[in-house]
C-alpha cells in the first residue's frame, strides 16, 4: 500500500470512530454469528492491551531493583503498547464489519506481526536483565 | 435468515447450536476480570505511596470510577447477550470501553511518575 493510500485509509478510520453508526447505513446486516465473532476478536484484543496495561503495573511494583530510568522506560512501553492495542482493537472491529456489510474480504493488518516481534524482543532484554544480574 | 440454518432439520427450539451468545458473553467476562486485574494493581501502587494525601485519594477514586464504567457497560452487554439473536454490538459501547482502557493507561502513567 503507497503511503498516501495508508494515510487516506487512516483518515477514513478515524471518521468512522467519531461516526461509527455510519457502518450501519451501508451494504446489509450479516449473520449475527459472524457480527458476534468479530465482537469477540475486539474484546480478545482489548484484553491483550488489558494485559500489557497490567504487565506496565507489574513491571513498576515488582522489579524494585531495576535501576530508575529503565523501569521507568519498560513501564511506559508497556502501558503505551496496550493503549496502541485498544485502539487497533477498535479500528479492526470497525474496518472487520464494514468488510462483512459490503461482503469484502476480511481486512489484512501488519499489526499481530508487528506485536509478536515486539514482546518477543521485550521478553529477550529482560532475560538478559536478569542474566546480567541487574533486577537484582 | 442467509445461509445460516445448514443441511439437516432446524431444532425445534430456536437455541443456536453454536452457542454464539454464550461465548461471546464469557468473552466479555473473561474481559472484566482482566481490567479488575490491572484496576487492582493500580490500587495497590497507590496504596505503596498512600502518603500522597488528596492526589492519591483523587487518582484512587478515578480509577475505581473508570473501571466500574467499564463494568457496567460491559454488564449491559452481556445482558443483550441474553436473546437468543442478540443485536450488533453499538459502536458507542465499544468506543467508551476503548476509553475506559486508555484513561487506565492514563492513570498508570500518572501515577508511575509522580511516585
Known amino acids: 500500500m503507497s503511503r498516501g493510500g495508508g494515510l487516506r485509509a487512516a483518515g477514513e478510520a478515524v471518521r468512522l470512530w467519531f461516526a461509527p453508526a455510519r457502518v450501519r447505513e451501508e451494504g446489509t446486516t450479516p449473520d449475527y454469528r459472524f457480527s458476534l465473532a468479530n465482537e469477540r476478536t475486539f474484546l480478545a484484543w482489548l484484553r491483550t492491551g488489558l494485559a500489557l496495561i497490567g504487565g506496565g503495573f507489574a513491571v513498576d511494583q515488582f522489579l524494585p531493583r531495576l535501576h530508575g530510568t529503565l523501569r521507568v522506560s519498560f513501564t511506559v512501553v508497556l502501558l503505551v503498547g496496550g493503549g ?3 485502539l487497533r482493537a477498535v479500528n479492526h472491529w470497525v ?12 481486512p489484512v493488518s501488519r499489526f499481530p506481526g508487528a506485536l509478536a516481534l515486539a514482546v518477543g524482543l521485550f521478553a ?5 536483565l536478569v542474566l546480567l544480574g541487574r533486577t537484582n | 435468515m442467509a445461509g445460516g440454518a445448514g443441511p439437516g432439520p432446524r431444532p425445534a427450539s430456536d437455541r443456536d447450536p453454536g452457542l454464539q451468545p ?14 479488575t486485574v490491572v484496576a487492582l494493581l493500580a490500587g495497590r501502587q497507590l496504596l505503596r505511596n498512600a ?7 483523587a487518582e484512587a477514586a478515578l480509577t475505581g470510577l473508570v473501571w466500574f464504567g467499564f463494568v457496567v457497560l460491559a454488564h449491559r452487554r452481556m445482558r443483550a447477550m441474553a436473546g437468543c439473536r442478540p443485536p450488533g454490538l453499538p459502536p458507542r459501547t465499544a468506543l467508551l470501553l476503548i476509553g475506559c482502557t486508555l484513561a487506565l493507561a492514563l492513570c498508570g502513567a500518572v501515577i508511575l511518575l509522580q511516585g
Open chain 1, 95 to 106: 474496518r472487520c464489519e464494514r468488510a462483512m456489510r459490503r461482503g469484502e474480504d476480511l
Open chain 1, 124 to 128: 529477550a532484554a529482560v532475560v538478559v
Open chain 1, 84 to 86: 496502541l492495542c485498544a
Open chain 2, 51 to 57: 502518603e500522597g494525601g488528596a492526589v492519591v485519594a
Open chain 2, 22 to 35: 454464550e461465548r461471546t458473553r464469557l468473552a466479555w467476562r473473561r474481559t472484566t476480570l482482566s481490567a
